[in-house]
């Protein structure tokens, strides 16, 4: 599963299929999308259409979690694509008020969300070592505030500082990795600094 499939399915309600309310969640899909792409364009269409998109623009990461949401319009469209070909998510269109249209994915098979979950409950509350898929989603998960969404609510204090100490440490073993992701940590904590200010300023 892509990472961005994963912080997909932690940002649907399983019965609505509507993101939960989580300022910039397009933002940390596509830091999710960020942190798989290599030199090579990669068959997954997903990835393929994030490749295609920064390709030949010598940008930072902070410039691509800004700019992808709106290249790759809509993007939690683009990463549902293939949980809804295998299964995992249904998709409803609706209309509001016969006008606006907006598109629903409850989930269909709770299994993969269900696994992920007991991947990260075993790192965040047993200690477990994470691997470095789930090192990089965590480093997703924290700038979103999305720890307390596997956790227990008493668990959640010691759970967000284990989540903060893996998250900083970057994927295992890759340098390159580690500093991309640190990019896309530092570029997804500022869009969601931005369009929580901004929703503040709009709702004052």
Do not use: C
Not at 90 to 106: M, T
């Amino acid at each position: 599963m892509l990472l961005a499939e994963a912080l997909l399915l932690l940002l649907l309600d399983e019965e609505k299929g509507t993101p939960l309310s989580v300022s910039a969640a397009d933002h940390g899909l596509a830091g999710a999308l960020l942190l798989e792409l290599g030199p090579e364009r990669p068959g997954e269409p997903a990835l393929a259409a994030a490749w295609d998109a920064v390709h030949g623009e010598e940008r930072d990461a902070r410039y691509w979690v800004n700019k992808l949401p709106g290249r790759l319009k809509p993007i939690k469209g683009l990463v549902a694509a293939g949980l809804v070909e295998r299964g995992i998510l249904n998709e409803e269109r609706h209309k509001r008020l016969g006008l606006f249209s907006s598109v629903r994915y409850p989930e269909l098979e709770p299994g993969p969300e269900q696994e992920l979950r007991t991947q990260l409950r075993a790192v965040l509350v047993d200690g477990a070592e994470p691997s470095p898929y789930i090192a990089s989603l965590l480093g997703l998960l924290v700038p979103l505030d999305l720890v307390k969404r596997v956790v227990d609510r008493s668990e959640r204090k010691p759970a967000m500082a284990r989540a903060k100490e893996i998250a900083e440490r970057g994927p295992v073993g890759d340098a390159v990795k580690r500093a991309v992701q640190a990019e896309v940590m530092v570029a997804v904590v500022a869009a969601t600094t931005a369009a929580t200010t901004a929703a503040t300023s709009g709702g004052s």
